[in-house]
């Protein structure tokens, strides 16, 4: 079983998508089920998660009506307003959906690096293990003081960090990571997503050396079985092709056990979204 626990779909809008900057043209368009259906083929995959990129419950029902007409879509991860007064009502009604597997606020995008800790956001967090829903966490470096202390308040809660948090992979100093990561990983509710790499590093020169000591250190501290594989598509053809991606993780999990190896690909994904597969 091989998942893809990370990609994204949208119709796209200028102004919806304003983050894809003039750099970014690759992707000022439309990306959608039809587009990836075929790249999980050709790369043996059996299902995705599909990942809101946009703020608001219209995103989750998009990808929710996605899903519905494309079987390969075997969960979404999507967005709610977890400061509403109504939050508990709202996720009452998200529950109500089976492939709906949990949600996620893009906390990078906040000019507050301390978002994740406010009152009533944790509010909403809090009511999450009723539901059974899931939490991504997506921060980068001015969020990583601070999310240590979020995530200990929810000992019950399933969390998945996307995206490694993000290090700077065009530098070559990872101590603050590893730190990071030592902290994150002692909590055992807490999985990781290898994912997001080649975004975060020289998008037209990386070389698969550079994500080594990332790598190393997230493997070691989170084991294999809290790790799993995302593509982070359409994002990641900034500066890899699909293949590409698959290649990379490919040649570094080469020298694990096949046991340990299907759980990257897909086992772990399935265990943490309880995805019918």
């Given amino acids: 079983m091989k998942i893809d626990s990370h990609q994204h779909f949208w119709k796209y809008n200028p102004v919806k998508e304003a983050w894809i900057t003039p750099e970014m043209a690759v992707i000022q368009k439309d990306f959608l089920p039809r587009d990836l259906e075929p790249l999980l083929k050709q790369n043996n995959f059996d299902g995705c998660i599909a990942v809101q990129a946009d703020q608001s419950e219209n995103e989750t029902h998009f990808l929710l009506q996605l899903a519905s007409e494309n079987d390969f879509i075997k969960g979404v991860v999507g967005w709610v307003d977890f400061k509403a007064p109504d939050i508990e009502e709202r996720l009452d009604y998200f529950s109500g959906f089976k492939k709906l597997k949990g949600f996620r606020h893009i906390f990078q995008a906040e000019t507050n690096p301390e978002f994740m800790l406010q009152k009533d ?157």
């Fill in 121 to 277: 956001f944790c509010n909403g967090i809090d009511k999450l293990a009723k539901y059974n829903f899931t939490y991504d966490i997506l921060i980068g470096p001015q969020q990583w003081p601070f999310v240590s202390e979020f995530i200990q308040q929810f000992p019950e809660q399933r969390f998945v960090m996307d995206h490694l948090a993000k290090p700077d992979f065009k530098k070559s100093d990872f101590t603050a990571f590893e730190k990071l990561v030592q902290a994150i990983a002692k909590n055992p509710n807490v999985f990781c997503k290898v994912s997001g790499l080649v975004t975060e590093a020289h998008w037209h020169s990386w070389k698969p050396e550079d994500f080594k000591t990332a790598l190393d250190i997230v493997t070691q501290n989170f084991g294999i079985n809290r790790l799993m594989f995302g593509s982070d598509w359409p994002v990641c053809l900034l500066s890899a092709t699909y293949p590409q991606v698959i290649t990379l993780m490919e040649n570094y999990f080469s020298s694990f056990s096949s046991t340990e190896q299907n759980d990257f690909w897909g086992n772990n994904a399935v265990g943490f979204y309880n995805l019918e597969v």
